[in-house]
T-cell receptor
Framework: AQKITQTQPGMFVQEKEAVTLDCTYDTSDQSYGLFWYKQPSSGEMIFLIYQGSYDEQNATEGRYSLNFQKARKSANLVISASQLGDSAMYFCAMRERDTGNQFYFGTGTSLTVIP | NAGVTQTPKFQVLKTGQSMTLQCAQDMNHNSMYWYRQDPGMGLRLIYYSASEGTTDKGEVPNGYNVSRLNKREFSLRLESAAPSQTSVYFC???????????FGPGTRLTVT
């Protein structure tokens, strides 16, 4: 079974609008961390936001927020007020802490911001 | 600070050749990682090093070896390259395993 599932291969959003990128995960660990990374066309991986499994509040970092629904095992990324520079691949990732510190990435969602 | 650096940026190997990918970080991080990125598959963890002196297998370790030379450097070796190892390789580091990772620029490797 896939550890991280990103079901949206490509998304489009109008500039200044908000967009939600979906991510579901599969783990039996009680302690784990969830991450989102951005990969622009230049290829580098940029950390965006982190959510711990025991964190009760949803994480926020500027225009990025993580909609964490533990019972549904989902960790969707919300980007508010989209900008042209947000066009990139976005990867959801999970680190399992109880069973061997493995780190898993999803297959990514390509976001295009339309002017 | 340079962050995470990787050498080389590009490499072409023939099947059966060996090579070492180098990675260094100047952030005094304890943990370091090697990933490969293939089209449509996201990143997959090859090996990681939680701290100096330790290394552990990730999801796809077969065909690779690693060395944590010191706190700064973590190298990835392909002993006998195969076309299936054609990929983009990323090195990353984090202060500890729980933290967000900082990535290098990647090495594009082609095995013919």
């Amino acid at each position: 079974a896939q550890k991280i599932t990103q079901t949206q291969p490509g998304m489009f959003v109008q500039e200044k609008e908000a967009v939600t990128l979906d991510c579901t995960y599969d783990t039996s660990d009680q302690s784990y961390g969830l991450f989102w990374y951005k990969q622009p066309s230049s290829g580098e991986m940029i950390f965006l936001i982190y959510q711990g499994s025991y964190d009760e509040q949803n994480a926020t970092e500027g225009r990025y927020s993580l909609n964490f629904q533990k019972a549904r095992k989902s960790a969707n990324l919300v980007i508010s007020a989209s900008q042209l520079g947000d066009s990139a691949m976005y990867f959801c990732a999970m680190r399992e802490r109880d069973t061997g510190n493995q780190f898993y990435f999803g297959t990514g969602t390509s976001l295009t911001v339309i002017p | 600070n340079a962050g995470v650096t990787q050498t080389p940026k590009f490499q072409v190997l023939k099947t059966g050749q060996s090579m070492t990918l180098q990675c260094a970080q100047d952030m005094n991080h304890n943990s370091m990682y090697w990933y490969r990125q293939d089209p449509g598959m996201g990143l997959r963890l090859i090996y990681y090093s939680a701290s100096e002196g330790t290394t552990d297998k990730g999801e796809v370790p077969n065909g690779y070896n690693v060395s944590r030379l010191n706190k700064r450097e973590f190298s990835l070796r392909l002993e006998s390259a195969a076309p299936s190892q054609t990929s983009v390789y990323f090195c990353a580091s984090s202060e500890v395993l729980a933290d967000e990772q900082y990535f290098g620029p990647g090495t594009r490797l082609t095995v013919t």
